[in-house]
């Protein structure tokens, strides 16, 4: 089965101005598997990984309830790229679950590609 690319939704965990130790701590709350994308700053690290509804976050819990980050400094990044210029997005319950449990930010981005152009 051939996947739609008209349009993607993802869900993303971001964490901003990160220590180097905080950043350490929150790479042993997540499973080993976790693909995580890191840009550093002049004022620390962001941290980017994606969501999954097959993941345990109690660790991801524990490491935000122990570090004492501020809240301004971490959200739940939704993303989602389409051919439309207009779309919305439903947020599945794992993601409410994670957003209700960590009180952080939600940030969202919306990318309209618009179709293709034929070549000249």
């Known amino acids: 089965m051939q996947e739609d ?11 901003m101005a990160l220590s180097a ?3 350490r ?8 598997t976790t ?4 840009r550093t700053h002049e004022d620390g690290t962001t941290v980017i990984f994606q969501l999954s509804d097959t993941a345990d976050y109690e660790p991801l819990y ?3 309830d122990r ?17 439309s210029d207009h779309s919305g997005v439903s947020v ?10 960590i009180r952080g930010g939600l940030d969202y981005s919306f990318v309209a590609l618009g179709p293709e152009l034929p070549d000249d």
């Open 25 to 32: 701590a929150l790479r042993e709350a997540l499973p080993p």
């Open 62 to 64: 524990r490491f935000l």
């Open 35 to 38: 693909e995580i994308r890191t």
């Open 67 to 83: 570090s004492n980050l501020d809240p301004a400094t971490y959200s739940v990044w939704i993303s989602v790229v389409t051919e």
């Open 21 to 23: 130790s905080a950043q």
């Open 5 to 15: 690319t008209s349009r993607t939704e993802r869900f993303y965990m971001r964490f």
């Open 92 to 101: 599945p319950n794992y993601v409410l679950k994670l957003i209700r449990r």
